[in-house]
């Protein structure tokens, strides 16, 4: 039984003489009814009867490497099988489907390494490029003050590129610890998830990118993206070298809120609208502090941890996180303006004691002079945006549709729109004009719905109790999800979808719409059960009359 294609290659033989090598197109190599490539299945057996030959550089996971992209015919068995790897030999879920198309990412953010490596999973080559200098060699970026926990959501995204996630007590979560203003703590775990220092995620995608697929994806740092012709599908860059143009089939933004591609789209379409909105808060950031803080629970094993302290103001908030050489770094927020009326280090030291319980003594002093020098920082902008598309060009990440810290979704929902855009390449079958139009129409709804959720969450910042429609909405939601999710879980599910917000299975639109029928439903019922006893009590007066 000889492969076609495959035949004369010194990699690949004919099968019929004991001393030979099956082809890998051989039919005992497939899943029946499947085309897989050989390193998904389980042939532990066959490699004992096949050792790989000598000159065969081959990884023990990837025999396929060796092999070309084609459809490879059996004389014999009048069947084919496509060998499943992407353009560098890497795992891929089918042959790729846009070889020979050259795609410009602006942002190196985790946003932009993760979706450059979904282009190139599909056979694009791939330059992303920067205005900032790699995180490991920017100053401003090393410090750990600002974190980023991966939930599933985000994880489902890297999972289904085969990046593995780090396992070390540097990044394994082991929960939140919430400090009152009374002393007391409360702690939620949270093990399953991962933390990373905002630049430590950034160099750690990057360098995923590089080491999976070296030959197709391209970094270029310090080059800020000075204009986007989008008909001649052409963007120019300003680098240290100087001017750069760069031609492109695709053209990704990923460059934050400030994105100058979203700005190109909008001069492209008149009618598209882009709604920026604050957090209404501002925050500056220590580290280097040390101390005793763990409850008895953390202690136990090595594992990252975030503690949470709140204040009698829901606008004031300190955070302080451990890291890995033993001290805490973290942030203090205050509603925007707040930092004005703070002129000393004095001032500082006095209203982080009155604020907050809990804090170690020793901390104030040195936190209160670095703060002191800083300027305060925007605590996340609100993006919602008309379109995500253009003609070769789409949006991801904050340039789309940025989010306030408050649910942690900003990164997670930015990697699950870079698995989003997979599944459209995937499904756009090769066809590079589909994927703009068709990426929108697979994201706006989900993207529109978190900047809903997101607005919708600043009601327990603003403290208006029911006289706040927002705060109602959430409130009923949750409380009648809680209560009918107890006495008809086969009907209503396991908990209120709100609560699955970090669920990879739980689109954001679903729960959005789960809110708006909760609170409905709890309207309804409030206005019977009003109704019921007006009745009652007319009636009563009238029999007494």
């Known amino acids: 039984m000889l492969c076609t294609r495959h035949g004369a290659t010194p990699a690949v033989r004919r099968l019929g003489r004991f001393n030979q090598r099956p082809c890998l197109c051989h039919p005992l190599f497939m899943v029946p009814g499947r085309k897989q490539s050989l390193h998904k299945l389980e042939t532990g057996r066959l490699r004992n009867r096949y050792p790989p030959a000598e000159g065969w550089r081959l990884r023990e996971s990837q025999w396929c490497d060796a092999l070309p992209r084609c459809q490879a015919s059996m004389t014999s068995a009048g069947s084919s099988c496509t060998p499943v790897t992407s353009a560098e030999g890497n795992p891929a879920a089918t042959a790729p489907l846009y070889v020979g198309k050259k795609a410009v990412v602006v942002g190196a953010g985790p946003a932009g390494s993760t979706a450059a490596m979904y282009l190139a999973r599909q056979g694009f080559t791939v330059d992303v490029f920067e205005r900032r200098p ?49 002393g007391k703590i409360g702690i939620s775990r949270e093990e399953g998830n991962v933390t990373f220092s905002r630049s430590g995620l950034a160099q750690y995608m990057i360098d995923e990118a590089r080491k999976t697929y070296p030959n197709q994806i391209n ?196 990697l699950e729109s870079c698995k989003v855009l997979g599944e459209v390449l995937q499904e756009a079958g090769g066809n590079l004009d589909k994927v703009p139009g068709a990426f929108t129409a697979a994201r706006l709804a989900d993207m529109h719905a978190l900047n809903e959720l997101d607005a919708k969450a600043y009601s327990f910042f603003r403290r208006r109790g029911i006289l706040d429609p927002d705060f109602l909405q959430l409130l009923s939601h949750v409380v009648l999800g809680t209560i009918l999710s107890k006495i008809v879980p086969f009907l209503y599910g396991s908990r209120p979808a709100l609560l699955k917000l970090g669920s990879a299975d739980t689109r954001y639109s679903t729960i959005t719409a789960a809110v708006r029928r909760d609170s409905l439903l709890a309207a309804v019922g409030f206005a019977a059960l009003g109704l019921w006893l007006s009745y009652k009590i007319v009636t009563k007066l009238l029999v007494g009359a």
């Open 219 to 414: 970094f270029h740092f310090q080059a800020s993206c000075q204009g986007v012709n989008i008909s001649s599908k052409r963007v120019s860059f300003q680098t240290s070298h100087g001017p750069v143009t760069q031609d492109y089939d695709l053209l990704v933004g990923a460059d934050g809120v400030g994105s100058a591609v979203r700005t190109a789209l909008q001069q492209h379409y008149s009618d598209m609208s882009v709604v920026i909105s604050d957090s209404g808060r501002e925050y500056k950031t220590y580290s280097g502090v040390r101390g005793d803080i763990e409850p008895p629970e953390f202690k136990v094993n090595p594992g990252a941890t975030l503690h949470l302290y709140t204040s009698d103001d829901p606008w004031t908030t300190f955070t302080a996180h451990n890291n890995p050489d033993g001290t805490y770094s973290g942030t203090f927020s205050l509603k925007t303006g707040g930092f004005e009326s703070l002129q000393s280090i004095g001032e500082y030291e006095s209203l982080l004691r009155t604020k907050f319980a809990g804090i170690p003594e020793k901390w104030i002093q040195n936190i209160a002079e670095q703060v002191s020098k800083q300027k305060p920082s925007p605590a996340g902008k609100r993006i919602r945006c008309s379109r995500l598309d253009g003609p070769g060009v789409l949006l991801l990440g904050d340039a789309a549709h940025a989010v306030t810290p408050v649910f942690g979704q900003g990164a997670n929902s930015a």
């Open 134 to 182: 790699e995180p490991q060699d920017d100053p401003v970026d090393r410090g750990r003050a600002y974190i980023i926990i991966i939930i599933p959501r985000g994880q489902a995204a890297l999972r289904e590129l085969g990046v593995p996630l780090p396992t070390d007590g540097e990044h394994v979560t082991k929960g939140t610890v919430r400090h009152n203003r009374q």
